[in-house]
């Protein structure tokens, strides 16, 4: 499997954090938006869902973050040494996510209940809303995960769907390249120059990502 590498020291050709953020307080850079939504909304959907969301709750969940995002996004100042905005975007699903837990805990079988009025604790039990140490443990999980994946998505653009697929079972798959190029009918020597190539552009890919977001 593909590992990202530390980050590298920074490269002034590729946007830093900072400048995409101070894009997004523009509404109306759509490339700025479309690339956040693209980069993020895998992350704050693995997270809602893994804490034990259904599909739909976990799509609000995108869509409530996301415009909390855009609502608050200029208040926000980029300073690492007061919070990253990874920390800032976890605090915004955080609040998403527990709200859905805090409702579920008035509703039980179809029924909705007043929330003035006490639960059982067995409702209680049964919808327990994920705590704070659990979530961030969750996000850093989703985090690395959807960094890699975004940078997968990319760099499957800038390679044939060939050298892809070979990539894609040799390395992503765990397939003995011997085996992959058995069953592609290509050389031995493609699947280790598909592997060479694409890990290349993705560790690349992540290092970049890694600097215009966190």
């Not at 590992?3 to 020291?9: D, G, K, L, V, Y």
């Not at 208040?75 to 905005?85: C, L, P, V």
């Not at 049964?126 to 705590?131: E, K, L, R, V």
């Not at 697929?165 to 003995?176: D, K, R, T």
Request: glycine fraction near 4%; hydrophobic fraction near 40%; charged fraction near 30%.
């Amino acid at each position: 499997m593909i590992r990202p590498r530390p980050a590298a020291p920074r490269d002034d050709s590729i946007p830093t954090r900072a400048t995409l953020l101070e894009r997004l307080k523009a509404w109306d850079d759509q490339a700025g938006w479309r690339e956040f939504f693209d980069t993020y909304w895998g992350l704050i959907y693995g997270v809602a869902r893994r804490t034990g969301l259904n599909d739909a709750e976990a799509q609000d969940v995108v869509q409530e973050t996301i415009i909390a995002v855009a609502k608050n996004i200029a208040d926000f100042h980029y300073d690492r040494a007061r919070g990253s905005f990874k920390s800032w975007l976890l605090q915004q699903t955080r609040w998403r996510v527990q709200g859905y837990f805090r409702s579920r805990q008035y509703q039980r079988d179809g029924q909705r209940f007043p929330r003035e009025q006490p639960l059982d604790t067995t409702v209680l039990e049964q919808q327990p809303a994920p705590g704070d140490s659990d979530l961030e443990k969750l996000w850093e999980t989703e985090w690395d995960r959807n960094l890699l994946e975004v940078a997968l998505q990319r760099v499957k653009t800038q390679v044939t769907p060939r050298q892809y697929q070979l990539f894609s079972l040799h390395v992503l798959n765990e397939i003995p390249a011997r085996l992959v190029a058995e069953r592609l009918g290509a050389k031995l020597a493609e699947v280790y120059f598909a592997k060479y190539r694409i890990t290349k552009l993705v560790k690349h890919e992540v290092k970049r990502l890694e600097k215009t977001i966190a």
